[in-house]
Structure formats: structure tokens, C-alpha cells
């Protein structure tokens, strides 16, 4: 009567959980990269079509248009700042690079509160590109 043998798992049954808990494990980390990567394309996106926005209304001689932009839900706010070097920044949990947005009238626009900040709601961002005639600069309002 020797039960031994049931009680004993085979290396390759102890290997094959192994593999299947390093594959899951794997999975997580690229889908978190993935996802990370997805919220990176959508602030570069941003930034490349508001500087888009701004260099057309720029051309123009007087102008003003509404604009809706999509950021992650991560950035709280999307702020202008009088600041030697870059212009814009971003309010969020996370950590976003300054940027610096060509054409604008940065004096104007902060001229009330420095920085200038615009609310994230749902993942949405309104912004007013405004251009008055005989004025050189772009001014955003809310």
C-alpha cells in the first residue's frame, strides 16, 4: 500500500507553471507599456496640432476659432507660462516634458495669472485661438 506516487508533481508539470505565470506576468507588462505608450502619442499629438492650429491662425490676418483637443485623463490642466524657454507645461500626476509653442503672445496671455491654465474635463481640452488685426502673436483663451 505505497500512495507516494499520486502526492508528486512531475518536473514538467512544476515547469509548465512556471512558463504560464512568467507569460501572464509578460502580458501585464507589455499591455501597461502599451497603454503608457498610447497616452505618450496622444500629449505629442496634441502639442503638434495645436502648434498647427496656432501657425495657420498666425498667417492669417485676424481670426478666432474654437478648438477641441484630446489628452489623457491623467493631465489635470494644460497651462501657459511666461518662461524664458518653454512655454507650455502640463498639470497631471505623471511627469510631461515643457514644451515651447511658437507664436504665441505669452505676455497676454498670462498677463492676468501666470501660469494660464486650461482644465482637462473628460479628457477634452477647449481652447479660443485668437488673432486681432495688426497684432503679430496669437493669444488662447479659455
Known sequence: MNKRGQMKLSFGMIFSIFLIIAFIAFAFYAI???????????VETFIENLQNDIDNMWKSAK?????T??????IDSVCFTDNEFNNL??????????RNINHLDIAEITLEEDPYCIPNINGKIKLTISK?????????TE
Not at 501597461?32 to 496622444?42: A, C, E, G, M, R
Not at 486681432?132 to 488662447?140: N, P, Q, S, V, Y
Request: charged share 30%; hydrophobic share 35%.
Open 32 to 42: 501597461t507599456k502599451f497603454i503608457n505608450l498610447q497616452k505618450t502619442i496622444q
Open 89 to 98: 507645461m502640463f498639470r497631471s500626476s505623471g511627469i510631461f516634458e515643457e
Open 69 to 74: 483637443y484630446s489628452l489623457p485623463k491623467k
Open 132 to 140: 486681432d488685426f495688426g497684432k503679430e502673436l496669437i493669444i488662447i
Open 63 to 67: 481670426g478666432s476659432q474654437e478648438e
